[in-house]
Structure formats: C-alpha cells, structure tokens
C-alpha cells in the first residue's frame, strides 16, 4: 500500500515553454502533499506544501508564479514548472501523506530537462 | 532548514551490521525523527521513524538517545542493494514538512 506515481518520468522540453507534472496517491487519499527538487549529487529541497482544496504554501526563495501547484482532488497534485529555462532542469519528486499515518511516501520522481 | 548533520560517507561489509549516526542537538519535544533511504535517481524510500523509544521493524532498529540529540540506524545484516544515500530527518510541526540534510551515502562491500 501507500504507493504514489508520478507521470511523466522523464521529460525534455524547449526553453520558454510549460511543463506539467502529475503525482497521483494510487492507493490512498493524500490529504497534503509535497513537492522537492533534487540536482545532481544534492539533496533534496523541498519547494512547496500543498494541501487538498487550498492553495500551496511555498518555501523561502521558491517563485510561485514560475511554480505552480494545483491539488484539487485527494488523488492528484499537479507541478508546472512556466516558461522553463535550463537552470530548471533537475529531478522533481513529490511525496503524500495523510493522517494519522505520519511518514511521507514519495513518488517515483520526474526528470525534466530543458533545452 | 535540516536540523540534522550526518556523515557524508560510510562503507560496510556485506552481512555485517551498519550503523548510521544522526545528530540533531535542537530537536524540540514533539518533533520526530526519521529515516529514510535513496537509491540513486529514485524517489525515497520510507525506513522507520521514532519519538523517544527504540523502534525496530522489518528494515531497521533505530537507537535515540535519552537526551534526543542523536540517534542511530542500524541495517543488522546488510547486502548489496542497501547500498544506498540514507538521510536522517526531523519532522517539523506544525505542516509536517521534511527538511532534507545532505545525508550519508553507505557502500556496502562485497
């Protein structure tokens, strides 16, 4: 149980257009879910929290215009990373949970690479 | 910002028990810690988690100490595929939020 994908897995995009990422609990009711960004040989930083039905809570530093977040259902947080540029390309990862259980589970992650 | 520091790099034989430190001197009270793991280019992946107590399951035995600033994760008996980068973290109230260190990447050698 608690298994959570994300769609595309990879992704290659021109400079300037959007890109969608999709991250779905297949098996759970996700009542806040997270979004990271992971560059080569570095952690992970957490971008933004998103919680069913309300808007995205952003880190420090994070652009929301540039970055956004939907999560309208209970099953589906949406990333769209506007007007890409290359300095955007990394590995997005997006997490869920719900109560009471604690723990994040992550989702499978998303390579985008823009030209 | 992580409240935890881990060591960056670590080696194991395979079969012998690893052991993994955590320090976080600043943790608060109701804040828990926990572990996870990242095989490269793959999402992490969810090991234990504990408050005060021991804990153990299937994966892992964590070890925190009396005080709560530190803690250990022990892989009793390791192979090959926990060759892995481990992150120790701890969660922050109110939003739950995960605040990632830099980890510490164990190799496990044949």
């Known amino acids: 149980g608690a298994v959570v994908s994300q769609h595309p897995s990879r992704v290659i995009c021109k400079s300037g257009t959007s890109v969608k990422i999709e991250c779905r609990s297949l098996?759970?009711?996700?009542?806040?879910m997270f979004w990271y960004r992971q560059f080569p040989k570095q952690s992970l930083m957490l971008m933004a929290t998103s919680n069913e039905g309300s808007k995205a809570t952003y880190e420090q530093g994070v652009e929301k215009d540039k970055f956004l977040i939907n999560h309208a259902s209970l099953t589906l947080s949406t990333l769209t990373v506007t007007s890409a540029h290359p300095e955007d390309s990394s590995f997005y990862i997006c997490?869920?949970?719900?109560?009471?259980?604690?723990?994040?589970?992550f989702g499978p992650g998303t390579r985008l690479t823009v030209l | 910002d992580a409240k935890t520091t881990q060591p960056t790099s670590m080696d194991c034989a395979e079969g012998r028990a690893a052991n993994l430190p955590c320090n976080h001197s600043?943790?608060?009270?109701?804040?828990?810690v926990y572990w996870y793991r990242q095989i490269h280019s793959q999402g992490p992946q969810y090991i234990i988690h504990g408050l005060k107590n021991n804990e153990t399951n299937e994966m892992a035995s964590l070890i925190i100490t009396e005080d709560r600033k530190s803690s250990t994760l022990i892989l009793p008996h390791a192979t090959l595929r926990d060759t892995a980068v481990y992150y120790c973290?701890?969660?922050?109230?109110?939003?739950?939020?995960?605040?990632f260190g830099t980890g510490t990447s164990l190799t496990v050698i044949p």
């Open positions: 997490s869920a949970s719900w109560p009471p259980r604690s723990e994040q589970f």
């Open positions: 600043t943790i608060s009270g109701n804040e828990y």
């Open positions: 098996d759970f009711q996700a009542t806040t």
């Open positions: 973290i701890v969660r922050v109230a109110p939003g739950n939020q995960f605040y």
